[in-house]
């Protein structure tokens, strides 16, 4: 049955021939949809990476066996109440290159909703047979960070890849949250003896609801950081500053606003290694809606 076969979970692509089509070293890129992607930090470093390389399908997963298509409706496209396409929800495989050519599988679509443990199995098996010397996943989540300052990077490793940590920084502390698909692949990819290391950018709590390009920006760092690769987040820096001043614009218009952002900045500058949830986290529900309404109003 599938769920005893991980092999029967995926298939290849019909342009990609596993026999001849070979990747050098590659390092498997994770950031599946579903999870914590705050500011859509992930989602927008990906969609960056791959605009800037010309990638190639690999494989694609069962959607059928894990999707929900209840939870992820299928999209339809209508012209004039014709209905000419209809696009499922799927997990894919993309190669991709950096900038001196160096290979790269980008694992993207929705996180699963079925049948985890298989489907880790069947990603350390491709990862296996595309000879993946690394994986990175990518995430974001929301912080008590003001937008004001450099968006920095927390990472989550086994045991086994501990040393990967120290490249880009840590959590201290002991935390227990609810974890992703991707924290259950972490884990196995460590005991599989995988190197292995999750990036996470702090995204300000107030601003987390919408695109923040310095985050995809600081995760393109944080992977280049990482595994070696030579990777571009120029346009992604520009698109954060041209935000950050729309956000500026917002925040000096009310004093309680510029109060919170300077708080926000005293306690990250007084307190740079303190674990994450024991920092006071200022409501920014307010200035969340209000910076929408603003960005709207912008005709962003």
Known sequence: MTEHNPSALYQWDDDWDPSTDTLTQPVMVVALDGWVDAGMGASGAVAELLTSSEPRPVAFFDGEELIDQRARRPIARLEDGVTTELTWPIIRAITAKDQLGADMVFLTGPEPDFRWPTFITAVIEMAGALGVRM?????????????????????????????????????????????????????????????????????????????????????????????????????????????????????????????????????LDSQEDAPILEMELPSGDEIAAELEQFLRGEGR
């Open 135 to 267: 994986v990175v996943g990518l995430g974001a989540f929301p912080a008590p960070t003001p937008h004001t300052r450099p968006v920095r990077l927390a990472s989550t490793v086994p045991p086994s890849s501990s040393e990967l940590a120290g490249r880009v920084g840590t959590v201290r502390g002991t935390l227990e949250v609810p974890a992703g698909v991707q924290t259950a692949l972490e884990v196995a990819l460590g005991e599989a003896g995988v190197p292995v290391i999750g990036l996470w950018a702090r995204v300000p709590h107030y601003v987390s609801a919408m695109p923040y390009p310095e985050a995809s920006a600081a995760l393109i760092d944080g992977l280049a950081a990482v595994t070696g690769l030579v990777l571009d987040s120029t346009s992604l820096r520009r698109a954060g500053e041209a935000s950050r001043q729309q956000v500026d614009q917002l925040i000096e218009a009310n004093p309680e606003h510029l109060d919170m952002v300077r708080r926000l900045e005293a306690a």
